[in-house]
């Protein structure tokens, strides 16, 4: 399989040709010279969020993660799948610190989660709760957070609670309303 990026997870030689809608970066920011929007006429909620990270002034770089090869393993209905999340946001450094902390976010529109509600919840779970887990338990690479976005009116203040939360160490749970709590399933709730 062709990687465009090196084992340490370099965007230096990304580059391919896309029919999708695609808008340039602040090379500042991105070392990758646009971020192509899924969707046939884009996707408004991952153009807002690419200028969230260009302007928040804790975020070093960030890359839309289209053809990067980053991919989170997971098994739904015993076969195995490669889950592909939307950016990766690496934070500044905080004083002191000689490591680099990383945030995965995942964009998931009304459209996107009535597709695949099961499958989206499988992968978002393993996301956050395994792999994260897994990465920081290993300790080579940073620390890594997780987080899905499900209210846009809400985004700038759900990634500023996130980013302060991996900062603080801390488990990023996301949109309390993107989660079903075992007493709404019971209908109780």
């Not at 395994?130 to 976005?149: Q, S």
């Amino acid at each position: 399989m062709l990687r465009p990026f090196d084992s340490e997870g370099s965007t230096a030689k990304v580059a391919f040709h896309t029919r999708k809608v695609a808008i340039v970066t602040d090379a500042a920011r991105c070392e990758i010279s646009h971020v192509v929007l899924d969707g046939p006429e884009g996707n408004t909620w991952e153009q807002l969020m690419m200028a969230y990270a260009e302007a928040h002034s804790r975020v070093a770089a960030y890359a839309k993660n289209d053809h990067l090869g980053f991919t989170i393993p997971y098994v739904h209905q015993g076969r195995s799948h490669d889950y592909v999340p939307d950016f990766l946001l690496r934070l500044r450094r905080a004083e002191g610190e000689d490591f680099d902390r990383t945030l995965v976010v995942e964009i998931s529109g009304a459209q996107k989660r009535l597709h695949s509600p099961l499958s989206s919840d499988t992968k978002v779970a393993v996301a956050r709760d395994a792999w994260c887990v897994a990465v920081n338990n290993h300790g080579g690479f940073g620390r890594w957070g997780y987080l899905e976005v499900t209210q846009m009116p809400t985004l700038q203040q759900t990634l500023d609670g996130a980013i302060q939360t991996l900062y603080d160490d801390g488990p990023i749970i996301g949109d309390v309303d993107g989660f079903v709590f075992s007493s709404d399933e019971e209908g109780t709730g």
